[in-house]
């Protein structure tokens, strides 16, 4: 991970070590196949808006409406609007004398628009009218990382959230990084903010400065990365030295000078380092990870921090509540706002029955949670579906073991397509039959909207293994996303049926 020595050393928990797989370049995601999907995933795209709209948005720009940290003192104001389609936005109004040049803005925004991610706010609009330089971009209602984790009211964040909204924008930044926008201003805390289903994203305004000469850094100068205050440039480093100062936040819960905070890293005082509101509910071993990451981001020679690349691999592997839903960890309700987006998202399933974490990920259609089920149940499930002879293993195994191997290096890395292509190689030798392959693929299908073929595979890990409760949510899953939700909602009930009958001592 670069040149940076690490202040702790970590020992490396055996079931972790299959995760850390650097993460391949960014497939875009299909809009219906976000984590914990919200109407406010569904993205719309990126347009000119009139000056006259933003101004009905927002009230003539009313002081009410303003939902900037600084609110009125800030040079640059965040306004809340929503438009006449009862779709919530957020606008950026920049000073007069910010950007002078209305093509390099509009060039600038235009180059911001055109990415798409689940883990930003994404950039949907501008307008440059006269003088006039605004930003538009997907409203976020839950907010900010500052608020919830300095000037929260009824909990603080739990420790798994913490993880959650590190990995998720070290994903943000990593998706920057691969479409060459690796330059983020002033990364913060106030730039993290929660969605509709309490999820963390990006603001895609710190992908542009606040004016086209102007400062990149508005924060105390403490927090600063020291290779700005020599010569004023924003590099991908300073970024990597940003995103420490946030880890400090997460670990800390307060607003800690790195330097004081390496004091103690030094010190090996992590107890001191951590939010006392936590209660000493967290993983020693996982924050001793996340402290050594902080460090190493914090080095003061931008060439000894990691990448982003590195950032995704270290935080991968401390995701340990996939099932949950990030409002129940954040304990606020999941907003619902139909007039969000103009596609629906499809209605959750209502089992008869408690469910495991398989049927409630299931049942809420949450495909990322899915996922990481999946590779952590990993092939225990396969145990007894194949009998093979000395000589079917000696000649036909190898090949067909390694396309498996290739297709699950591609399942965990998230790239759909090549995990799809490696299983059918090991599906058509036909040697060896595996429901957890068919149960994979069946999701590597369903987040390439392909819910018939899912559902095929789906069936296909039903005839291998009659009674796995698996292969019956994975067609609940399919027939849902088929718009067939009496169907849906009997698969569900069977696998949890048969999940019930097999912790009472079944296989």
Request: include cysteine.
């Amino acid at each position: 991970m670069g040149c940076c020595e690490s202040i702790f050393l970590t020992e490396t928990h055996p079931e972790k070590v299959q995760t850390q797989q650097p993460p391949p370049p960014y497939v875009e995601p299909q809009p219906s196949i976000g984590p914990n999907t919200t109407p406010g995933d569904m993205v719309s795209s990126f347009s000119e808006f009139s000056l006259s709209d933003l101004k009905a948005a927002t009230d003539n720009f009313s002081s009410n409406f303003i939902v900037s940290e600084s609110g009125e003192k800030a040079p640059n104001i965040v306004y809340k609007g929503r438009l006449q389609n009862r779709k919530w936005i957020a606008v950026k109004k920049f000073t007069k004398v910010a950007w002078p040049d209305a093509k390099q803005f509009v060039e600038e925004a235009s180059g911001v628009g055109k990415l798409r991610h689940p883990r930003f706010a994404n950039l949907i609009g501008y307008c440059c009218d006269g003088d006039e330089r605004l930003l538009v971009a997907e409203f976020m209602p839950n907010d900010t990382l500052a608020k919830h984790l300095f000037h929260w009211e009824n909990q603080t964040i739990e420790w798994a959230m913490r993880l959650r909204v590190a990995y998720y924008i070290a994903e943000a930044l990593e998706y920057c990084t691969t479409k060459g926008r690796a330059l983020y201003h002033d990364l913060n805390a106030y730039r993290v903010l929660f969605d509709e289903g309490g999820d963390p994203r990006l603001s895609c305004f710190g992908l542009m400065k606040n004016s086209r000469d102007g400062k990149s850094y508005s924060t105390n100068l403490a927090y600063t990365p020291p290779e700005y205050l020599k010569n004023g440039r924003v590099t991908p480093e300073s970024v990597i030295y940003s995103f420490g100062t946030v880890l400090l936040d997460l670990l800390s819960g307060k607003h800690i000078p790195p330097s004081h905070a390496l004091d103690l890293i030094r010190g090996k005082n992590i107890i001191l380092l951590m939010d006392s509101h936590l209660e000493g509910k967290f993983s020693t071993e996982d924050a001793t990870v996340v402290v050594n990451l902080a460090s190493q981001c914090l080095q003061y020679e931008p060439r000894d921090r990691p990448n982003t690349e590195d950032l995704v691999s270290t935080l991968t592997p401390l995701q340990t509540k996939p099932e949950v839903p990030s409002y129940v960890m954040l304990g606020i309700e999941k907003q619902e706002d139909a007039a969000i987006a103009p596609i629906a998202p499809i209605t959750p399933i209502t089992p008869q029955r408690p469910l495991s974490s398989m049927g409630e990920a299931c049942s809420r259609i949450d495909l990322t949670a899915i996922h990481q089920i999946l590779i952590m149940t990993h092939y225990r499930d396969d145990e007894g579906t194949n009998e093979l002879s000395f000589q079917e293993w000696t000649q036909q195994m190898r090949d067909m073991l390694e396309a498996r191997k290739r297709g699950d290096s591609a399942f965990r890395d998230k790239n759909f397509k090549a995990a799809i292509d490696c299983y059918s190689q090991f599906i058509d030798v036909g040697t060896m039959v595996s429901p957890t392959v068919f149960a994979r693929r069946s999701l590597c299908y369903l987040l390439c909207d392909q819910p018939d073929a899912a559902l095929r595979d789906a069936m296909q890990a039903q005839c291998v293994y009659p009674d796995w409760p698996t292969a019956f949510y994975m067609q609940s899953v399919a027939l849902a996303k088929l718009d067939m939700q009496k169907d849906a909602i009997d698969m569900l009930n069977e696998a949890a049926a048969l999940e019930e009958k097999r912790q009472r001592g079944g296989r």
